[in-house]
């Protein structure tokens, strides 16, 4: 019985709570409605000025993406496949292919097996210098994708820059016309 109680009272206060709350926030609103309303010029033009500055944005984010698309075309180059990984991928198919021909020989093909084996070693053989292609040709690829993603960010950060200074105006403006008064 006394927990119910408890929990009546609880509800109770948490009510009265959140009503209080709503007449707080209505009150705050009459009041910013008050100020606009006295204000109604600079009201005006903080929204023209903000209208504007999200149809530059606008613009500015249509000027910058053939940039964005540029660089992510240069971060998927820089991830793919080297010369190298790919012939590494064809000799390690080959001698795949070739260890499963020669374990489906049977017991009397010693001849034939031979010859694979060596088919296989020959292969195998150059897969050490396959993998030292590869290192040198990431590395290079690496740089050369990330300097031309560089030179691309640099002919965009003018326009970034631009983005940024009226997204920051818009949320000035923003925090303007919904601030208490």
């Not at 940024?164 to 208490?180: C, Q, V």
Request: charge should be positive.
């Amino acid at each position: 019985k006394e927990t119910a109680e408890y929990q009546m009272k609880i509800e109770e206060c948490r009510r009265k709570a959140s009503q209080k709350q709503a007449e707080e926030k209505a009150k705050q609103q009459a009041k910013n409605e008050t100020y606009w309303a006295e204000h109604a010029e600079e009201k005006q033009q903080l929204e023209s000025e903000r209208n504007t500055l999200q149809a530059q944005l606008k613009q500015l984010q249509e000027q910058v993406a053939p940039y964005d698309r540029e660089i992510a075309k240069w971060q998927k180059k820089r991830e793919a496949d080297t010369p190298a990984q790919e012939e590494k991928k064809t000799v390690e198919k080959q001698v795949s292919l070739l260890r499963s021909e020669q374990s489906s020989l049977g017991i009397f093909k010693g001849k034939e097996k031979k010859v694979l084996q060596a088919q296989i070693d020959e292969l195998s053989s150059r897969l050490p210098a396959i993998n030292e292609s590869i290192e040198a040709e990431e590395k290079e690829q690496i740089k050369m994708c990330n300097g031309k993603i560089r030179e691309i960010e640099q002919q965009a950060k003018p326009i970034k820059d631009k983005i940024a200074a009226a997204e920051k105006r818009i949320n000035e403006i923003k925090a303007e016309l919904t601030k208490n008064r």
